[in-house]
């Protein structure tokens, strides 16, 4: 009965997402230790790419204490308004498959895919797919864990990184969480697992073998939620937050193309796919609709108007416009946009509260 009822959580997490988004678009970046973050002597890291984690380096980490641990640390700005675009069409995929998404950060969200009816039903299934769509679609890459609650499928999600997954099914919760480093835990930072040594706890079965009353002249109100997690256990449901508001579909060319003719193949072709995403995007009102195009320096530009249906006359008549402010650049990303009504739903549980945005 446990197993028949026991929830699907899949929580996706990119792989160093921003140095990945940086490496994707900017080739002499992609087989050097890299980081992104400033360079200042205050300065600390956002996150940096496998290979200068190799070096010891580290997110949050000081700019000069990476440099002293990897020389040849390469440190460059963050571009927040491209790695919010890249994680609105992650937001999109997951979308595919669910509406029960609950965001971390750009990078991380958790996925309850209990109902889904996609890939057969198969959590794990459905984990590969969205990998392989990010993949596809993006050129980045991510990991994923699988289990029947959100503490145990954050943890699963980092086993097998980068580009990898990890399943823990209901009946393997017990031992996968036993011999768990209680590091791992989330809301154990350095200190309090120092304390927790130094009264004999290390893993999660030095956990069991204590009391709720014991831990809490330890760890005080924290105590219930750590003996929990210590047995797997997670109660919380996923805090969803609003529907989109927005829609997009884009592709990135493997070669510029630089005329009309060309971006009208595109629209043709991006076209029926975005009414397949729409068709599964349910109670929304579309509002306006635009095209975007990305030139080959990077730069990239959106052409947008008032409209209530997703019309691809609309997008081919965006199209010279949006070509015009290019001024010859060659493209090497077309997408089609829609927009919402600013109308979101709330949901707690299985009840939702519509608000009306004015």
């Known amino acids: 009965m446990k197993n028949a009822t026991a929830k699907k959580i899949i929580h996706v997490d990119m792989d160093a997402f921003y140095a990945s988004v940086e490496m994707r678009d900017f080739p002499q970046y992609r087989n050097i230790p890299l980081a992104v973050g400033g360079d200042g002597p205050r300065s600390v890291l956002c996150t940096c790419n496998y290979q200068a984690r190799k070096f010891g380096v580290r997110s949050a980490m000081s700019a000069i204490k990476a440099k002293q641990l990897c020389p040849e640390l390469t440190i460059v700005h963050g571009r927040m308004a491209v790695y919010k675009e890249v994680s609105d069409h992650i937001r999109e995929i997951f979308s595919r498959y669910t509406n029960l998404i609950e965001p971390l950060s750009l990078d991380e969200a958790f996925l309850d895919v209990t109902e889904s009816k996609q890939c057969q039903g198969s959590a794990t299934l459905i984990a590969e797919q969205i990998r392989k769509d990010i993949f596809t679609e993006l050129n980045l890459t991510a990991s994923a864990g699988i289990a029947p609650n959100k503490f145990i499928a954050k943890i699963a999600s980092d086993e097998n990184k980068p580009n990898g997954q990890c399943v823990i099914s209901p009946d393997k919760v017990s031992n996968f969480v036993e011999q ?171 009840q939702e509260i519509q608000l009306i945005l004015l």
């Open 180 to 350: 768990l480093s209680l590091k791992k835990i989330p809301g154990i930072g350095p200190k309090t697992f120092q304390k927790l040594q130094s009264f004999g706890f290390s893993t999660c079965a030095d956990i069991r073998a204590s009391s709720i009353a014991n831990l809490t002249t330890i760890v005080g109100k924290f105590a219930t939620s750590l003996y929990q997690k210590a047995h797997g256990i997670d109660n919380r449901d996923l805090e969803v937050s609003r529907q989109r508001k927005s829609l997009a579909i884009e592709t990135t060319l493997a070669i510029d193309i630089f005329n009309e003719t060309e971006c009208l193949k595109v629209i043709e072709n991006l076209y029926p796919k975005l009414l397949e995403r729409l068709a599964k995007v349910k109670g929304r009102k579309i509002v306006r609709q635009g095209i975007k195009l990305k030139f080959n320096d990077f730069n990239q530009t959106t052409v947008e108007q008032q409209s209530l249906a997703a019309e691809q006359d609309v997008f081919k008549m965006l199209l010279p416009k949006a070509l015009e402010r290019g001024k010859g650049r060659g493209i090497r990303l077309v997408g089609l946009t829609l927009g919402f009504a600013q109308e979101d739903i709330l949901t707690t549980g299985h």
